[in-house]
């Protein structure tokens, strides 16, 4: 399968795991190649606000997820932050879109700048280079002008800021409506078509 055709997730230690989580059970249902970096930070927040248990190696991880959501064979891969041969890493097989869901202020402050640390801040450094599709889902309240600052940079390079702001207007009665909200956006944002909520002016 062409990698470039597929999609990077990455979730870092923000709050707002279930967004992480609901998204890619989304592109699994939906039969898409994802490649996934889970920061350890992120392990920490899974563990303490789902219930969801995901530990170990890179490959552990993979098939506890792909388990756990049912993916297809091949379907999921995750990535360590060191493996550089992944093909997240290189502009020649980088995938359509990548999305960072939740996205902590200290990741976009390393997309506004340009680092490559590790291979999730290289991978959005390659998405960015390469002109594909960039969405990040910031969760932090509030906003300092650093936050706002670095967003603006990345606005006017064509990344997405998408924040984890779920709107009320479709009467949710429960914790996962508003997950699905956030998410629906982010799949409006990947071209990918969903059910997960009525849209503005549709009848539920």
């Not at 891969?77 to 493996?83: A, F, N, P, R, T």
């Not at 949710?172 to 997960?196: C, G, M, S, Y």
Request: aromatic residues 4%; proline residues 5%.
């Amino acid at each position: 399968m062409d990698t470039r055709n597929s999609i990077a997730l990455a979730m870092t230690g923000a709050s707002g795991a279930a967004y992480g989580l609901r998204l890619l059970q989304c592109l699994i249902e939906k039969g898409e190649q994802i490649h996934m970096m889970i920061s350890k930070a992120a392990q920490l927040v899974i563990a303490m606000e789902t219930d969801v248990k995901i530990s170990g190696t890179p490959k552990e991880m993979q098939e506890q997820l792909a388990n756990f959501y049912a993916a297809g064979q091949g379907q999921l891969h995750v990535w360590g932050k060191e493996q550089w041969h992944s093909p997240v890493a290189s502009g020649s097989g980088c995938p359509r879109a990548m999305v960072v869901c939740p996205c902590t202020s200290a990741f976009l402050s390393a997309a506004a700048n340009g680092t490559s640390s590790d291979l999730m801040e290289r991978a959005a450094d390659v998405a960015i280079k390469e002109q594909r599709k960039l969405i990040l889902v910031h969760r932090e309240a509030p906003l300092s002008a650093i936050h706002l600052e670095n967003s603006l940079k990345l606005a006017r390079l064509g990344v997405t800021i998408l924040p984890a702001n779920p709107g009320f207007y479709q009467k949710p009665k429960t914790i996962d409506d508003l997950v699905d909200f956030v998410v629906a956006r982010i799949l409006d944002h990947l071209d990918i078509e969903h059910e997960l909520l009525p849209r503005w002016g549709e009848q539920p």
